[in-house]
């Protein structure tokens, strides 16, 4: 059974619009981007293998399998594995995402298909060797305790997994219990459960032939096996109170609230009125809590999306003292999005924006993980040009519209700090 | 790809990597002034100063910056380092004047006394944060170690002390010191007209009165030490080193770049496979920084309290080992490679290739393309690297390490 929808070259214009995709019999999506003018090809490979995926108590075991893949696969054993990838120039980098494992890499065009060819060995033949076991556990073990010490990222893992319904906002690092008591067979058989065809999206990006890196593609993993997806597991919330002390002079403050997912078709509107918030330095928090104020150095809010659900991210870090003014202030510029936004805002986040995408076309990073993540969201690709004619048609009405049937509400708010703070009952 | 360059009558530099094939246009004003320009009782005003630039000019008030900025989609934003502060933004071809205006405008601020106590507050928040994240300070204290009475030893951020009795005539003498056109260059990266950037910089800056700035230029003697600081509330154990390398102008830089990446890049290094690998450490890193005088060799190490001791001496034998044995054909070409695709990779955006132009303009008055980096670096041997590995012996070192632990004792 061979699906094909092979991508249709676009008409030119300011922004690429050139985007190839194909399904192999196996499941397995390939999305690429042909990019002019760049030296270099990147490729996002995302695995289904995700926190939401792991067992109820075996938090973390995505991160702990990708820390073991890439100690030996195929032919090579760890050290041969990384001085071969190193030799190939990639900056790799990997991640944990809700429902995924992320490898990735960049490296100039000519490594591009010896890299990947590594990487089938890695996402398919990785050795999991049990005289690894243990540093891979001290390694997990390592990154939990640095994160006690990281104030700003260790309050907004815990708004995330107090803002998701589980298994949800699971951290991807785990916890030390699971950490400790994670065996090899667990990772065995996570390995054998997720890592397989049917799930996994391949995007490439940059300076590549489309047909033999549709021809490649097919030959490390076109005979790679489907498998299937099992059940999600049930689990309990597991949040933390709202105030984590912590013996520090600053006050770190999460505020999370619903947003629409990335799929919905209300997703721009709901983009432009977080982009009124934090969009640029001209935005709503940025002026009113730190140029105005002087409140705090570090403030912002975003959009994240899973499939299914989404939200809106705000972070604030300000002194102990200062932490209840900045609370109030923030949270009333949430509310305040309700009466809506004015059309100058509107302009100057449609003005970064047509930047933002042009400038998408100078990385091929950030572009092969673009369309990895579309097609994980959407079953397709939305392609610069499709983006920009988006943006194009928000109007200051159809923002305030979907402001008045989604206005910020719901918050989940985290403190991490000295002394815990006060929440307006009416916003919490 | 086509480098330009034109001095204006008052000073100022303008140099540009022209690249007909970008879609964007970078451009960034480099004054040559830092925290190693400030005396003790100024300390942070460099960088203070480089906030106070987006606050407005006599004619333009504060939201007026970061408004207009944002309407023409610019992605900007500013840097203090101890040598040089730099104001930069990455625009579409068409807005390149409108960038060079605004730019340009940021450096002639109204320095406004109402602006400059409420930014005080975030720069304030700005060393709180740093002081409550790792290292907790122990990269600022090591560098005051190890350098002693030289310029580089102070902070850039300053202290909460020297911030908050900064006052606004203070900042105002330094700003006419420094920001003067003989000792700004605005470099520019990416879809540039040249002619038309010189034509839009003498438009906006022409008329800059010009005055000699000076540098205190000094050799460093740099000293060996250790201390260890306790962090009852850290979970981790951090270390902080530096010892000495090569400066900007020596030629020397390239091979401590991959004799550093040799030794402590973040993948495949002796570092890594010495301490990362086996769970040891969570950071272990080395690498090279260069000033205008001096050079700095810096070690990084986060790791559990308990092993940090142990994990200090297992940094110390191996940089004494590469100090003997040297290192060897196989890790210079990997380290070849490595560096030689970072190169390229970071080099595909105007705004990567802004600030190598830029800081090798203000360093050497040089201008190197890409491909003279790949050359020079694809000639380097094992011996010119073993030279400076006996040249700038990394063992000897300044340590300061932060943590739980106060009696981390590493011995001989």
Redesign the interface.
């Known amino acids: 059974m061979t699906a094909e929808f092979d991508g249709q070259p676009g008409q030119g214009g300011s922004v690429s619009e050139t985007i190839f995709s194909h399904m192999y019999s196996n499941g397995l999506v390939l999305v690429a981007e042909p990019m002019?003018?760049?030296?270099?090809a990147a490729f996002t490979f995302l695995v289904p293998a995700g926190c939401a995926n792991e067992p109820a108590n075996r938090g973390g075991l995505s991160g702990f399998l990708c820390e073991m893949a890439l100690r030996g696969a195929g032919s090579r054993d760890?050290?041969q594995l990384?001085?071969d990838?190193?030799?190939?120039?990639?900056?790799?980098a990997e991640a944990v995402y809700d429902s995924h494992t992320g490898f990735g890499g960049?490296?100039?065009a000519e490594?591009l298909f010896p890299t990947l060819a590594i990487y089938a060995d890695i996402l398919r033949r990785p050795h999991l060797p049990d005289e690894h076991l243990?540093?891979?556990?001290?390694?997990m073990?390592?990154?939990l305790?640095?994160v006690?010490?990281?104030?700003?990222q260790k309050a907004m893992i815990e708004l995330r997994r107090r803002h998701y319904p589980p298994p949800w906002g699971r951290p991807s690092l785990g916890d030390r219990t699971a950490v400790e008591e994670t065996t090899l067979g667990d990772i065995q058989a996570h390995f054998a459960q997720n890592y397989r065809a049917e799930g996994t999206i391949l995007g490439v990006a940059g300076r590549f032939d489309w047909d033999a890196l549709k021809e490649k593609i097919g030959e490390l993993l076109g005979d790679w096996p489907a498998g299937s997806a099992a059940a999600l597991p049930k689990i309990g919330n597991g949040a933390l109170p709202g105030h984590l002390p912590?013996?520090?002079?600053?006050t770190q403050i999460g505020i999370a609230y619903p947003n629409v997912p990335y799929r919905d078709d209300a997703y721009f509107e709901s983009w432009a009125a977080v982009g009124v918030l934090s969009g640029?330095?001209?935005?709503r928090l940025?002026?009113e809590v730190?140029?105005?104020?002087?409140?705090?150095?570090?403030i912002y809010a975003v959009c994240h999306s899973l499939r299914e659900r989404g939200g809106v991210f705000c972070y604030a870090?300000?002194?102990a003292d200062r932490a209840q003014e900045t609370l109030d202030v923030t949270l009333a510029e949430l509310v305040r999005l309700r009466e809506g936004i004015e059309p100058h805002e509107l302009?100057?986040l449609k003005?970064?924006?047509?930047?933002?995408l042009?400038?998408q076309?100078?990385?091929?990073s950030s572009r092969s993980t673009s369309i990895a993540r579309d097609w994980h969201h959407l079953g397709r690709v939305r392609t610069l040009d499709e983006v920009g004619r988006r943006i194009d048609a928000l109007t200051c009405q159809s923002v305030n519209t979907y402001l008045e049937a989604n206005p910020p509400r719901g918050f989940t708010v985290v403190t991490l700090g000295p002394r815990p703070l006060e929440v307006p009952v009416e916003v919490s | 790809m086509k480098f330009l360059s034109h001095t204006l009558e008052n000073g100022l530099e303008i140099v540009a990597e022209c690249n007909g094939e970008a879609y964007s246009t970078a451009l960034g004003f480099f004054v040559r002034t830092g925290s190693r320009d400030e005396t003790e009782a100024v300390a942070g005003v460099s960088h203070f100063l480089e906030h106070m630039a987006f606050k407005g000019t006599a004619t333009r008030g504060a939201d007026d910056v970061n408004r207009e900025f944002d309407e023409i989609g610019a992605h900007y934003n500013a840097y203090t380092s101890e040598e040089h502060t730099v104001f930069y933004a990455a625009v579409l071809p068409e807005y390149a004047d409108r960038a060079v205006e605004l730019l340009a405008d940021l450096l002639r601020p109204a320095l406004r006394v109402e602006d400059f106590e409420t930014e005080k507050q975030v720069i304030l928040e700005e060393i709180h944060m740093y002081e409550d994240a790792p290292p907790f300070g122990a990269d600022d204290k090591c560098k005051a170690a190890y350098f002693g009475d030289h310029p580089l030893a102070g902070s850039v951020l300053g202290t909460a002390q020297s911030i908050t009795r900064l006052d606004p005539e203070a900042m105002r003498e330094y700003f006419l010191r420094r920001y003067r056109p003989g000792n700004v260059v605005l470099a520019g990266a990416g879809q540039i007209d040249f002619d038309a950037l010189v034509a839009a910089s003498q438009r906006v800056a022409g008329d800059w009165e010009p005055a000699p700035t000076q540098r205190a230029h000094r050799e460093a003697r740099p000293r060996n030490g250790f201390t260890a600081l306790r962090k009852e509330s850290a979970s981790q154990q951090y270390a902080v080193a530096i010892g000495p390398g090569p400066s900007v102008q020596d030629d020397d830089r390239f091979a401590a770049k991959l004799l550093a990446t040799i030794l402590g890049d973040d993948s495949g290094s002796r570092l890594y496979w010495e301490l990362i690998e086996p769970g040891l450490a969570e950071q272990a890193s080395l690498s090279h920084s260069e000033y205008e005088d001096a050079g700095a060799m810096m070690t990084y190490l986060c790791c559990d309290p308990e092993s940090a001791a142990d994990n200090l001496r297992r940094v110390r034998d191996l940089l004494v080992q590469a100090e003997t044995d040297g290192i060897t054909a196989e890790e210079l070409q990997q380290a070849k490679n490595k560096v030689s695709s970072r190169v390229v990779l970071s080099s595909e955006r105007p705004r990567g290739r802004l600030f190598t132009v830029g800081n090798d303009w203000l360093g050497r008055r040089e201008y190197r393309s890409v491909q003279d980096d790949l050359d020079t670096v694809t000639a380097l041997t094992v011996d010119q690297v073993n030279a400076v590995c006996a040249r700038y012996p990394l063992s000897r070192r300044t340590i300061v390490t932060i943590g739980p632990k106060a009696n981390v004792v590493v011995g001989e």
């Open positions: 002019r003018s760049v030296q270099s760890n050290r990384i001085l990838l190193d030799n190939l120039g990639v900056e790799r960049v490296t100039v490594s243990e540093a891979s556990r001290l390694i073990l390592q990154e305790q640095a006690e010490d990281e104030p700003a912590h013996d520090s002079q600053q640029g330095m001209s935005a940025f002026t730190r140029e105005r104020r002087g409140l705090c150095y570090a870090g300000t002194s302009d100057r003005a970064r924006m047509k930047s933002t042009i400038m076309q100078e990385s091929t």
